[in-house]
């Protein structure tokens, strides 16, 4: 939600709803957040920290017994879900890995001990050595996990969804020698397989299920379906806001964005009709959903009928780590490839016969040229497109790799919906994105988040700031 909520994936629907929950109103507005929920600040920030501290004391207890060979799994896990948690946080919290700033711009603590005095004082330290250690950490895990040790795999840090952990890190720890991308490269590989095309969703059958959320989002989750590497369940009211109940109203994906920038938008595949799933509507409700992200309730009080809103999350998918390994092509001016990746990956995702080569790219993302009628228009927040002007911390040439970063971002956006990874492409990449009321057929522009914007790092939760921990700068 307060991925979402931050994107550009949302749009204020003005005064005829009202808010349901005050942190969608100051999440959406890209104010500090002083809600104290399932889905804000202090949770995340209090129930992360919890993970790496049960992880420190996973590996302590090893240490603890001499860290024998037999242990070298479970430790590999408790180093990689110590690396997940700080590159979550640090993604959230942080402003984007910059290269040229990195050993200035503040980062989080990187929690390495099981602490054991009340009170610690800790410092943020730098973004440089917080990547550093969250590299360390999983260097040292991925030749070590074992998939043997576990009795459901996809519930632990298996040796796939380690891998596709380290291709999505290396695209965001950029090197100034793109050294990065070759790792990205090749451990998106190990997940991928030779056979790309086998690893990948088949959204075919996903598409053919009733389009009620719930059926296709049981599936979307499903432990046995091959695309799915790591799976873990979140306390969330997700899925009642965002999905198609008459909650959630004021700010949502609804059929503006969805057509001139999303889901049934022309692309590389054809049009909406091309796609194999299908998007229902839902009478009353200014939302287009995807059916991805169902609420599973826990009742804890069965004579009351109350209990906890659970969300089942797909942190990895191999279909993500196909576009992951798409842009590191990219990145490495190796365009066949990366025109090839998404090539299977359009032939896994829609009913398209074409074929994507380079020049379709550059013909449907490059610049727009009126007397050809190929390129596409710039997005502005009154005339919206796919395609939004790049300001990253790292270079991107004009021309051929700039319009497959676009045709990549334009794609990654469309198949992670509803998942939060749009924000973090959004500070990645520098894309300037505003904050829009449509209402009566007209836009209005409130406000806009610009590619230094210091409230692209989200406020650290109150409490923590109160304790001593530096508060993020706001320009």
């Not at 990366?338 to 829609?350: K, P, R, S, V, Y």
């Amino acid at each position: 939600l307060m991925m979402e909520y931050s994107s550009d994936n949302v749009v204020d629907h003005g005064p005829q709803y009202s808010v349901n929950y005050k942190d969608q109103e100051e999440i959406y507005l890209w104010s500090d957040i002083t809600s104290d929920g399932n889905d804000d600040p202090r949770y995340m920030w209090q129930t992360h920290y919890s993970a790496i501290a049960a992880a420190n004391q996973a590996i302590q207890a090893i240490y603890d017994l001499g860290d024998p060979a037999s242990l070298a799994p479970q430790k590999a896990e408790a180093l990689m879900c110590r690396a997940y948690a700080h590159f979550v946080l640090a993604n959230v919290f942080c402003l984007p890995y910059n290269p040229e700033t990195a050993d200035k711009d503040m980062g989080i603590p990187y929690s390495e001990k099981p602490e054991t005095q009340v009170i610690v004082k800790y410092e943020r330290g730098t973004m440089a050595e917080l990547y550093e250690k969250i590299n360390a950490d999983i260097e040292a895990a991925l030749p070590y996990i074992s998939d043997d040790v576990y009795t459901v795999p996809k519930y632990h840090f298996n040796k796939k969804a380690g891998y596709a952990f380290a291709t999505r890190f290396y695209l965001y720890y950029v090197k100034d020698d793109k050294s990065n991308y070759d790792k990205a490269i090749q451990y998106a590989t190990v997940v991928l397989t030779e056979n790309p095309t086998a690893m990948l969703r088949d959204w075919a059958t996903v598409g053919a299920l009733s389009p009620n959320n719930s059926i296709r989002a049981t599936a979307f989750i499903n432990v046995s379906e091959k695309a799915n590497l790591l799976l873990y369940s979140t306390s969330s009211s997700w899925g009642r806001i965002h999905g198609p109940y008459g909650l959630g109203e004021k700010y949502t994906h609804n059929d503006m964005i969805a057509n001139k920038e999303t889901c049934k938008t022309i692309s590389i595949w054809g049009g909406y009709s091309m796609l194999y799933f299908s998007i229902p509507s839902y009478q009353g409700l200014p939302k287009v959903i995807m059916g991805k992200m169902a609420e599973y309730f826990e009742i804890t009080d069965p004579v009351n009928d109350i209990g906890n809103a659970h969300v089942m999350f797909p942190a990895f998918t191999t279909d993500e780590v196909i576009l992951n390994r798409a842009e590191a092509y990219t990145m490495k001016k190796d365009y066949t490839k990366a025109a090839a990746d998404l090539d299977t990956w359009i032939h896994a995702f829609t009913k398209s016969t074409n074929t994507v080569t380079v020049e379709s790219v550059n013909a449907l993302y490059g610049e727009y040229s009126e007397a050809t009628g190929t390129g596409m228009k710039f997005y502005t927040p009154k005339a919206p497109t796919p395609k939004k002007a790049l300001h990253p911390d790292f270079t991107v040439e004009s021309g051929t790799q700039e319009n497959l970063i676009h045709a990549i971002l334009h794609v990654r956006r469309i198949l992670t919906l509803h998942e939060g990874l749009r924000w973090f492409d959004i500070k990645r990449y520098g894309l300037e994105i505003y904050r829009r009321t449509v209402y009566n057929n007209e836009i209005t522009v409130n406000d806009e988040l610009k590619a230094d914007d210091s409230r692209r790092a989200i406020q650290l939760p109150q409490s923590v700031i109160t304790a001593g921990l530096e508060a993020n700068p706001r320009n």
